[in-house]
C-alpha cells in the first residue's frame, strides 16, 4: 500500500480523500490542513464521506513529511499564491513523495514551463528522489488527454475546440469567482484571470502539450476575452448576491495559431447565472455545467462530458474528476521513478475503485 497525504480540503481535496481512500493500492496517512479549526477533525466528516476514517486532521507540516509518505495529494489553492505552492510542492518532493496537484498552472506542459518553475522542481527532485505531476479538469484532461484521444478516431483533424460551460453560481469558492474573475464586480475592475497574458500563461501549456502531441508547431498564441453585465440582480446558494450591472459572464478563448488560423482553442464560458449572455452557448443538455470537446475534420466529432458529485453538483463533479485524474495516477507515478511529468507521460488508466471490489 502506497501512503499517502492529502494536502488541503477544499473543493480538490474533499474528492481527493475519497478517492484514495477508494483505491486498493493508496492508504490514507494523514490529512494536512491550513484552518486550525479543522486540526483534530476526522478525514472523512471534512470529505463529507458517512464513514470515520481514523486519520485526524493535522497542521504540522513537518511532522507528516518527516514520516515519508510515498505520495502526497497537494490539493491546497495555487490561484494567488503561487509560490507558495510551489515551495510547498517541492518541500514534499525533496521529502521523497510523489506529489500530484493541480495548483501550478506553469508546470502543465513540462517543456514549455519557465525556468523558474521547472528549475527548483528538478532541484528537489534531484535531492528527495520524489517526483511530480500536474494535472486537473480545465486546465487537465479536458484539454490534453480526451481531445487527443477523440482526435484519434478521424482519418483528418483541421481544428480543435476544448470549451468549458458552467454556471459559478454553484462553485464553492468565492475568491476566485469574485476577485480572480471578476463575477460580482463592475464592469470596469480588471480581475487577474482575465488581465492580459494571464490567460494565456494559464491554458497555454495545454496548447503546446496538444501541439506537441500532434506534432506540429504552433506559430503563436493569442487570447480573446469579452465580458458582460447581469440584467438583474441575483442571488446565489453559495456566494450570496450579485448585483445588477456588475459582471455576470465571461467568454474567453486561448488560440493556438497555425499557418495564420486558430487551429487549437480553449474556450471557457462562464455565468453567474443563466440569464446573463444568454445567446452564449450553454451545455448540451441545459444543465449547469459541462465540458465539451470539437473535432473538426472528417469525420467532424463532438463530446460532451458531464459529472456531477456532493449533491448532484456539477462543478464538485468537476473538481471530483481532477482529483481522480491525479490520485488515479499515483501507483503509476511510484513505479516510474523521479522525475517531472506531464499527461503525455502519464496514462489515463482504468478505474481503480469500485466495481464490486470490497470497500475498506
Partial sequence: MISTVVWGTGNVGRAAIRAVHAHPALRLTAVLVHDRAKAGRDAGELAGMEAMLGVPATDDIEAVLAAGPRAVVYAASGDTRPDDALADACRAIRAGAVVVTSALYPLYDTVGAPPEFRDPVLAAVAAGGGSLFVSGVDPGWANDVLPLLVSGLGSTVDAIRCQEIFDYSTYEQEESVRHLIGMGHPMEYEPLMLAPSVPAMVWGGQLRLMARALGIELDDIDE??????????????????????????VRLEVRGIVGGEPRLVIEHITRIHPSCAPDWPAPPDGGDGAHRVVIEGRPRISVTVEASDEGENRSAGGNATAAGRLVNAIDWLAAAGPGLYDALDVPLRPAAGGLGRKQR
Fill in 224 to 249: 480573446t476575452v469579452e465580458r458582460r453585465p447581469l440584467s438583474a440582480t441575483v442571488r446565489t446558494r453559495t456566494m450570496g448576491t450579485f448585483t445588477a450591472g456588475t459582471q455576470g459572464a
